[in-house]
């Protein structure tokens, strides 16, 4: 019989083989092969360079997933690294902060419009969690509400990506709205009444697998006042999509206010941090509940985040990363077009997700998918995609090209 | 009135009222000025090199302390940093894990006796979190006994540093047995056969604060037993000592086996990371079991890691710790016992814990730390020390001589 399993490159081959030997599942979390297309997709990364990289077996790519949101100036930035070097020819983890530690808050803090105070993590889950804890020290409440479909990292509070390891009493507190719905929102504050510490919401909805929704006129403005009224605090799930949208937070291009925001992916262009500001009436709280890690207060990450966040500024990357979005996602719908495909790119072009309309069992996505990476572009299947800035119109009609010829075998062997 | 608090160095001061401003408590977690010396210990370190560090004012001191523990060969070590340079040009922060994460995956494997698999996040929490919840996926059941005050990290499960911020469900199912008292273990797990789901401890007991204590004759092979005969999964946080009391981890010197072993710390020399090791029986709850981070699956620590590990086999670096241990530690009590003091180090000389014999109150650790701090020695006032590769037998004995000044110091001015 036929092997039609799928013919891992060698390199690629050996070295899962060997991971499989030594490592749960080979590769896990939200590296695993498992989440894009297995036997398909580059498993291990070699090396990078602006908006490209190479797999191990030598495979280019152009990157449109930017590790799934650190690189926002794109891989191996020779500003960023320059800055991380000159800090580290000092020292990064010492027995204290740095300089760079107050430097960075400040920044921060002059550049979020709200922000009153700043404090550092290494991952988004690290502040998701620690905001969590400073609402229910300052309240007293027990209960988080958040998006029903959201993604708010690995934390046990947050079971979106499935209950394993987890027991009942990490998540009997986590109740769920549905994105968009005013009454839904309304009918848990009226339910849990006065047991309300937290609504935790993303600045636009950016669920896994499923289209990005951009907020409806007023719901976040009308979440906030829910909270304003029931002495709630609203914290801010800005990882993804902080500074790609807007320098100061992306809930400046929604116009609305969080108490506490929770930042990551873009901050630093790779170097490991994480970020969370808040206004001065939950200072004390922060103060008060106990979060810390080994690498915390490590100098080099957050000298990086220094330079990238001035980057950011100095380069006008928001625009840049909107502007090339864009052109991608007319290109892709306009190619898609050519061969009776109608496609939906939702979400800010920055962060696009694309989607096949009416599609519901991924068949078209993932042949589409397929065909870019064996031709050299890397589109995530069910995962929205990252803009750098390093991707140039170059890049993006390279893409556009290998795209419409993948739009094009689509159309012709795979049914709707 | 005369203002008896003691002044700040300049620039200390200017940056420390800097923070205030944006920072909840200035300066929090592990790195608090309030957790050493507030107004003596230096508040923001500007460089390193080796054993010794500057801080913002200048001010040098040999380091005790190495980082709360990651620095472990010295800081700024040229050929940790020389990989991490390496593989930085090649790239960090990928789409894909790199070949480091499966090769370090291996070296762990085939260094520590017990371990078939590992598996890696940024923080030593994350490590011990996740854990925990193989445990509780693995055996179905919810609770997690641990020594009575020990620190695990800032999980939720473990209210050691305070419950700010926790809710009573996040450790309604943790319960606590005292160190070395193999009869509140059997308790514990009579009270609640069938529903442990792990216990949790470390090589030997170092709560904060306290004098260490090295586990009597067959406790730990006592509750290896017990996990065995009751289906409970035995995790060992080594995040403290791992790797400094042997390179196979620490478990191997006090001759105990543990299902799943969590490191940090000493593991690449600064660079963030941490990792758990496990026996195969867990490895399909592991992969099962969805954690992840931005940045886990970075290459750069991974390549430090690597390096450091195998220096620290090649150099016998153990050896070495243990050494200048011995050489500090019996320094420390010949100075004391000149001046009628009585001290105590306890915990592995490599990690010596130093306090007062009958002292409560803590005043003369304190005034001891205070003179060493202002000649240019950090030691720690109540959190232990870790020696590191870059300490010599003249930076022992510097130290030991403004010790041995400031023992007379204590002798003649603290009441006991």
Redesign the interface.
């Known amino acids: 019989m036929e092997d039609h399993r799928p013919q891992l490159p060698k390199k690629t081959q050996e070295?899962f083989e060997?991971?499989v030997?030594?490592?749960?599942?080979g590769?896990?979390?939200?590296?695993s092969p498992a989440n894009t297309i297995p036997g398909i997709a580059?498993?291990?990364?070699?090396?990078?360079?602006g908006c490209r990289?190479w797999?191990?077996d030598g495979r280019e790519y152009i990157?449109f997933?930017?590790?799934?949101?650190?690189?926002v100036l794109g891989?191996?930035n020779k500003e960023v690294?320059a800055t991380a070097d000159e800090q580290?020819?000092?020292?990064?983890?010492?027995?204290?902060?740095?300089?760079r530690?107050?430097e960075l808050?400040?920044y921060l803090?002059g550049s979020i419009d709200f922000a009153?105070?700043?404090?550092f993590g290494?991952?988004?889950?690290?502040m998701v969690?620690?905001a969590?804890?400073?609402a229910?020290?300052y309240t007293g409440r027990?209960k988080v509400i958040y998006i029903d479909g959201a993604y708010h990292?690995?934390g046990?509070w947050c079971p979106t990506?499935?209950p394993?390891?987890?027991?009942a009493?990490?998540h009997?507190?986590s109740h769920t709205f549905l994105w968009n719905d005013v009454h839904s929102v309304h009918d848990l504050v009226k339910r849990h009444k006065g047991q309300i510490a937290a609504i935790i919401t993303t600045p636009y909805h950016h669920p896994g697998g499923a289209d990005s929704v951009l907020p409806a006129e007023g719901f976040l403005q009308e979440i906030e006042n829910v909270c304003k009224s029931n002495g709630v605090v609203f914290i801010l799930d800005d990882?993804r999509a902080g500074f790609r949208l807007h320098h100061g937070g992306s809930h400046q291009v929604f116009n609305f206010t969080p108490d506490i925001s929770c930042y990551?992916?873009a901050i630093a262009n790779?170097?490991?941090l994480?970020a969370a500001v808040g206004r001065d009436e939950f200072?004390?709280?922060?103060?008060?509940?106990?979060?810390?890690?080994?690498?915390?207060?490590?100098?080099v990450?957050m000298a990086a985040a220094l330079t990238c966040l001035q980057i950011l500024k100095r380069d006008k990357v928001v625009e840049h990363l909107q502007a090339m979005g864009k052109r991608l996602t007319h290109g892709l719908e306009n190619a898609a077009a050519k061969y009776g495909l109608q496609v939906n790119c939702s979400g800010p072009p920055a962060l696009p997700y694309l989607s096949f309309i009416e599609e519901t069992n991924l068949m078209r996505m993932q042949a589409f998918c397929r065909y870019c990476m064996e031709n050299g572009v890397?589109f995530h299947p069910h995962h929205n995609w990252f803009i750098n800035a390093a991707h140039q119109e170059s890049d993006i009609d390279e893409a556009i090209n290998i795209a419409d010829h993948a739009f094009k075998k689509v159309a012709n062997k795979v049914p709707a």
């Open positions: 070295l060997r991971a030997q030594v490592i749960p599942g590769i896990y979390g939200h590296n580059p498993y291990f990364a070699e090396r990078a360079e990289y797999d191990v990157d997933l930017s590790s799934y949101g650190p690189i891989h191996n690294n580290r020819k000092a020292g990064d983890c010492f027995n204290h902060p740095s300089e530690f107050v808050a400040e803090v009153d105070w700043a404090i290494k991952n988004g889950s690290d969690n620690w969590i804890k400073i229910r020290e027990k990292g690995s046990n990506r499935g394993s390891g987890s027991i009493e990490d009997v507190h990882i990551c992916k790779g170097y490991p994480s200072k004390q709280a922060a103060s008060k509940v106990f979060m810390t890690g080994s690498y915390w207060f490590s100098a990450p890397f």
